[in-house]
């Protein structure tokens, strides 16, 4: 790492680059939109002779997958694998979305990484969401470097941009976060911009022009020294203060001149430690040139500073039934323990998985144990089976390069696992394993939609079930209570992307319509009703008639019938004929057409006749009764209300709170959480929050999260329950 300036590109994907854990690198970019992870991405590849100029596969690496709906979208929607090689080490980079609606593929790249580049674009800065993943990581102690893109932009300051990174990222001790090198300018243009044309090593005090299109190292001139000298001196006073020795400092301060070589092995100890945080800029190479400004240096990290897979924590494992399961880390011989990163379906090959294999070394034509289990709340029905996987492969542009095994700590393709899904955990046949689930978010913004043709509704099904396979943030619900489907999103851009994959990949066209959320009714107060059926027109006729008294009961109380019938007015045969129709009419409503709960149903008296009395004579007399007593009574639409939780920035609060009481709810408390947030407590109608994950966004530039879950039902003000009965009786 340093400043070193041997390259030896070779080519991504061959098995002798990944035999050992030790030789594999596997490293997550994390950005906001548009910071340019895509493109730092292909001009690692070019430098590592991995694509030409027009982004073709040349030597082996990749550039990222394409994907008609990126192209349409002009974002990034899923994560992409681009193995490349650089000193014999292979480099798995995994390049996530920027956008907020697809973190589902950014949390499923941390989980396959073992260290991760923050992608800092020099014309936006750090907005907060990429502050959010920073903390994740700083949680589970993810080794992390940051890269400075797009400082050809105007007013692009390496330096500034360098110190907000500082404040944004150092905590409490920002010279944990400080730059490897200063950038280089060029002769200043018309307009006053001077390019950034290369590097100056602060450790070896080395210039580096990539102005030509190849790095070429000079020495600096005297007049270049002292602009130097502060950031090297802070740097290497930030190193030492990380190093193992802890006589270093004070022989520095002393004036003993540490040796170069023992700077850069004390810094690339920090970094894969995640003590220490580099700074590196970036740059795509010019039209014609070879390497792209500051990739060799940012590769020679990488393999240099990044730590190798024997040293990440092992996620938690279990036998199938919950017994815990110790297991070596990144043990090539040990049992087989992998994990289904992402899931894709290919017009050719039918659904390729995206595995890590965190144990064992997967084969081809290997026979190994699927199991899902934890996500039946999302669509996701728990499985275990056994199923012979396919050909092996890395992803090598729009095509596949077979690859003869896996070993523990590499990322690979596999073909023909009909039933896995992301988060899905292979193991041996024989010895079937469970991996702990990674921490997916929840999707908060329904969509409801429906087939748009009988066609459509016969592949809907299919279509569904593929469409949340791939992708566990996806949350599919059968409303019982509505009748519709729904489909749970993390925002509009995620929604869009569905419903397009749906008619593009599946064939299923479908129409979105208003989503419903599931009101009830009850009744007001105490009420009589009678119910009398009876038709004598020749033949076998109909007689019952039963009289009932309705009353309201607690909130939760359900539908009680009781029966106090005396004298036999009602045979005994018949009274469940009666409390059967009272809840049929109950459930399908008595004002708007929604269930009635919380009341209890009292059968006084009745009528029956010894021949045409029935069954389903006296189940009609029991719904024409309770329609009776509602019509004699005030009835009142309960709607559900939901708990909500808002985590914000405390610059957010007031303009949150004002929302949360705009929306009809109670504000329930604040409380105060470290990192300058707070937690904003309330109960509001769910009615009201149906697009609050896209409102909340908006609000709080993207910065707050919020949880929600059922509290109660409660009545509905009468100006808004008045307005859904008129749409009920125009529907119907």
């Known amino acids: 790492m340093g400043d070193k300036a041997n390259v030896h590109p070779g080519a991504a994907g061959r098995a002798t680059a990944a035999d050992r854990p030790a030789s594999v690198r596997n490293v997550v970019l994390v950005g906001h939109s548009g910071s340019g992870k895509t493109t730092l991405v292909e001009a690692l ?38 193995p490349v090689e650089w000193n014999g080490i292979k480099i798995n980079l995994l390049d996530t979305p920027g956008y907020a609606d697809f973190v589902g593929e950014l949390r499923a790249g941390l989980r396959a990484a073992d260290a991760a ?75 006053g911009h001077a390019p950034v044309t290369g590097l100056i090593g602060l450790l070896t005090q080395k210039l580096f022009d990539y102005s030509s299109g190849e790095r070429k190292e000079s020495e600096p001139g005297q007049d270049q020294l002292p602009g130097i000298e502060e950031a090297r001196n802070r740097l290497i006073e930030g190193i030492i203060s990380e190093s193992e020795d802890e006589t270093l ?110 144990s064992g070394t997967l084969r081809p034509d290997q026979t190994v144990h699927v199991s899902g289990h934890g996500l039946a709340d999302r669509g996701h029905e728990d499985h275990d089976v056994d199923e012979k996987i396919g050909a092996l492969a890395m992803p090598f542009g729009k095509q ?62 299919q279509g569904l079930a593929r469409l949340v396979a791939e992708d566990p943030t996806m949350r599919l619900e059968q409303n019982q209570d509505t009748h519709q489907v729904v489909l749970w999103c993390l925002g509009e851009a995620h929604a869009d992307v569905a419903l397009e994959r749906l008619r593009s990949r599946y064939g299923v066209q479908v129409d979105v319509v208003p989503h419903k959320v599931s009101l009830r009714e009850t009744f007001a107060g105490r009420s009589g009703g009678r119910g009398r059926h009876v038709k004598q027109s020749g033949g076998h006729g109909q007689y019952a008639i039963c009289e009932i008294e309705v009353e309201p009961l607690p909130g939760g109380s359900g539908i009680e019938f009781v029966d106090k019938v005396v004298g036999g007015a009602v045979p005994r045969q018949f009274i469940p004929s009666v409390e059967k129709g009272v809840r049929a009419q109950a459930a399908k409503g008595v004002a708007a057409g929604y269930p009635l709960v919380d009341v209890r149903v009292t059968l006084l008296d009745g009528k029956a006749h010894s021949v045409d009395s029935s069954d389903a004579a006296f189940q009609t007399a029991g719904a024409l009764a309770l329609r009776e007593a509602a019509a004699d009574a005030t009835i009142h639409l309960l709607e559900p209300v939901a708990e ?15 929302d949360l009481s705009a929306r009809r709810g109670r504000l329930l408390g604040t409380e105060q959480v470290t990192g300058g947030r707070t937690l904003v407590r309330a109960e509001v109608p769910e009615i009201e929050i149906g697009r609050y994950a896209v409102d909340l966004r908006s609000l709080s530039h993207g910065t707050a999260r919020f949880s929600r879950s059922y509290a109660r039902h409660e009545p509905m003000p009468p100006q808004l329950a008045q307005k859904v009965r008129q749409e009920a009786q125009q529907a119907s």
């Open 400 to 461: 596949q390069r077979p690859v003869t095994h896996a070993v523990a700590g590499d990322l690979v393709c596999v073909a023909k696992l009909g039933r896995a899904e992301t988060g899905d955990t292979l193991s041996a046949k024989d010895d079937p394993l469970l991996m702990e689930p990674w921490q997916m978010p929840d999707p908060l913004l329904p969509l409801a939609i429906q087939a748009h043709s009988k066609a459509d509704e016969d592949k809907l099904s």
């Open 644 to 658: 909500v939780s808002v985590l914000v920035g405390d610059e957010y609060v007031g303009a949150v709170m004002s």
């Open 117 to 191: 580049l923050f992608v800092v674009s020099a014309s936006d800065g750090v907005d907060g969401s990429t502050r959010m993943v920073w903390e994740e990581c700083a949680a589970v102690g993810m080794p992390r470097a940051i890269v400075i893109t797009h400082l050809e932009a105007a007013r692009a300051d390496f330096e500034e941009m360098t110190r907000r990174c500082a404040e944004a990222f150092g905590g409490d001790d920002p010279d944990a976060v400080l730059p490897l090198y200063l950038p280089l300018h060029g002769p200043q243009g018309p307009d």
């Open 45 to 82: 590849a070019l430098t590592a002779g991995a694509v030409n100029r027009a982004g073709r596969v040349e030597d082996g690496g990749t550039v990222s997958d394409y994907d008609e709906i990126e192209h349409r979208q002009q974002r990034s929607v899923q994560l992409s694998l681009v």
């Open 249 to 358: 400092m004070d022989r520095y301060l002393g004036g003993e001149q540490v040796d170069i070589k023992t700077l850069i092995e004390d810094l690339e100890r920090a970094v894969a430690r995640g003590s220490f945080f580099p700074v590196l800029a970036a740059a795509p190479a010019a039209e014609g040139a070879r390497q792209g400004l500051g990739t060799v240096e940012l590769l020679e990290l990488i393999t240099g500073g990044f730590p190798t897979p024997f040293e990440h924590p092992m996620p938690g494992v279990t036998t199938i039934d919950g017994k815990p399961r110790e297991l070596k880390a990144c043990d090539t011989e040990g049992p087989l323990v992998a994990e289904v990163v992402k899931t894709a379906s290919d017009p050719y090959v039918g659904r390729l998985s995206l595995v890590r294999v965190f």
